[in-house]
């Protein structure tokens, strides 16, 4: 596991030049929603992202006017009310924050890793927002499909998820080793294998749906920045193709890259690199 954020430079993943702050800012200023991708046990990552929540919350002067929301993936929207909570400081402790989200229930990871985003949270006009979905929904849509889970779906305020793209379903394939199975030779198989991924598009929708009903509030957000796993947004699926459906298309997908980890670095997988080794 990183410890240590390791300076580097930000990156055109299109062209591999450096890109200055002020150029990276000028390109994701204007989105209504930036998307920090992670790899959840990375704490050099969590580092990053709480750079990146600075950079965005300066940008739009959030303590001044507007504000600004942090997305996280680890909490369903049932802990929405804790998470409100503790952004207007009633509850004193970060020990009595995590033991009221039930932290070890709901994620599992080291809550060290996250504690410089939730500290962030703190900031004047900064809200925390949840955007995931119970898990027992997911596996029951992996089980069952989504017509089986889709009254249950929408009243967890998830609509029904537009269609994966061929690509997204091999970069799935790729990731999780699954084989996707041709339905002329293996029907059953190639019914799993969707089944998966609509499982996987059930977070996918549940990340947009949120992020988008804070976008349509009275007073939305200047800015929404997603807290979530990469393979929920690389290449402009998962996530970003879901609110491109729900009519958000001004997003921005930042990542982190560097020699032993190129996956950020592939051509299209983001707007813009944090290299941890330039």
Request: glycine fraction near 8%; aromatic fraction near 8%; proline fraction near 6%.
């Amino acid at each position: 596991m990183s410890t240590r954020l390791v300076p580097g430079d930000w990156v055109d993943p299109a062209t591999g030049a450096p890109l200055g702050e002020a150029t990276l800012l000028d390109r994701i200023g204007r989105e209504r929603v930036v998307l920090a991708g992670e790899r959840h046990d990375d704490a050099a990552i969590h580092h990053w992202q709480a750079y990146v929540a600075r950079l965005l919350h300066d940008r739009h002067g959030c303590d001044r006017a507007g504000r600004m929301a942090v997305g996280f993936e680890m909490f369903p929207t049932r802990v929405q009310p804790v998470l409100d909570a503790w952004t207007r400081g009633a509850i004193p402790s970060l020990e009595g924050f995590l033991e009221a989200v039930d932290w070890k229930a709901v994620w599992g990871f080291d809550p060290e890793l996250y504690l410089p985003l939730i500290r962030f949270c703190r900031r004047p006009g900064v809200r925390m927002l949840a955007l995931n979905c119970p898990r027992d929904l997911v596996r029951q849509v992996g089980r069952e499909g989504w017509d089986a889970a889709a009254e249950r779906a929408a009243a967890e305020g998830i609509s029904r998820p537009a269609p994966a793209s061929d690509a997204y379903r091999r970069q799935l394939a790729a990731m999780t080793g699954r084989a996707m199975a041709d339905p002329a030779e293996d029907p059953e198989a190639a019914r799993r294998f969707d089944r998966f991924v609509m499982a996987q598009q059930v977070w996918d929708r549940a990340f947009a749906c949120n992020i988008a009903r804070a976008l349509a509030e009275a007073e939305p957000p200047a800015v929404v920045l997603g807290i979530i796993g990469r393979g929920h947004m690389a290449f402009g699926n998962g996530t970003p193709h879901q609110l491109a459906d729900l009519g958000i298309h001004d997003t921005a997908v930042l990542m982190t890259g560097s020699a032993e980890d190129p996956f950020a670095l592939a051509l299209g997988a983001a707007d813009a690199v944090w290299r941890f080794d330039a």
